[in-house]
């Protein structure tokens, strides 16, 4: 089974802020990987599919990178309403695997 | 209103049985799989389940397999997770996922239930 890994496992930020956040395959899966938001009480909300693709709606400040094992999402200009919990997801094999999911929080 | 509905979760015994319902609206519900994701109490997301669009084939995370079952019934625009067996360890919060692929690109959880809550105690 692929395992995914994310770092860090949660960061500080102040809104305004640029924050990047890493999810590492433990083999390559292409570009098989996207990525959610999840607040507390809420539904996951996906964000990014195909590693880079920014799904309808989603701010433009959301993007992703990578492929292969190496991935990241980058979120600029901080908002308040991104204070949450992002997880990366596979979806390379029939697993679908989550990462265990990086919180960010106000500095 | 395109939305997804969880419905019979709540409070079972250890070894009991739940049945979990996920009704769709607003959409074609035949022409998409459908997941089911848990997320323990302080814990990450979970995937468990999926069907494919015609019911006919089913995947499992090992930490249900067995133990879960999942169908669907396009005519009522529903899937179906009954949980046997259950353990402390399924209390969760699970959400019904609408999967939609492209064809050798991706797939992705674009359409989401509220959750439902099932607590094994």
């Known amino acids: 089974d692929i395992q995914m890994t994310q770092s860090p496992s949660s960061l500080s930020a102040s809104v305004g802020d640029r924050v990047t956040i890493t999810c590492r395959a433990s083999?390559?899966?292409?570009?098989?990987l996207n990525w959610y938001q999840k607040k507390p009480g809420r539904a996951p909300k996906l964000l990014m599919y195909?590693?880079?693709i920014l799904q309808s709606g989603v701010p433009s400040r959301f993007s992703g990178s990578g492929s292969g094992t190496d991935f990241t999402l980058t979120i600029t200009n901080l908002q308040p309403e991104d204070f949450a919990t992002y997880y990366c997801?596979?979806?390379?094999?029939?697993?679908?695997?989550f990462g265990p999911g990086t919180k960010v929080d106000i500095k | 209103e395109v939305q997804l509905v969880e419905s019979g979760g709540g409070l079972v015994q250890p070894g009991g049985s739940l049945r979990l319902s996920c009704a769709a609206s607003?959409?074609?519900?035949?022409?998409?799989?459908m997941n089911w994701v848990r997320q323990a109490p302080g814990k990450g997301l979970e995937w468990i389940s999926y069907?494919?669009?015609?019911?006919?084939?089913?995947y499992y995370a090992d930490s249900v397999e067995g133990r879960f079952t999942l169908s669907r019934d396009n005519a009522e625009k529903s899937v179906f997770l009954q949980m046997d067996s259950l353990t402390a360890e399924d209390t969760a919060v699970y959400f019904c996922?609408?999967?939609?692929?492209?064809?050798?690109?991706?797939?992705?959880?674009?359409?989401w239930g509220q959750g439902i809550t099932v607590t094994v105690s």
């Open positions: 996922a609408r999967g939609t692929r492209i064809v050798g690109q991706s797939y992705y959880m674009d359409l």
């Open positions: 195909g590693a880079s």
């Open positions: 083999q390559g899966i292409y570009m098989f």
């Open positions: 069907i494919t669009t015609s019911g006919k084939t089913t």
């Open positions: 607003g959409f074609t519900f035949n022409n998409y799989e």
């Open positions: 997801q596979e979806n390379y094999d029939l697993r679908f695997t």
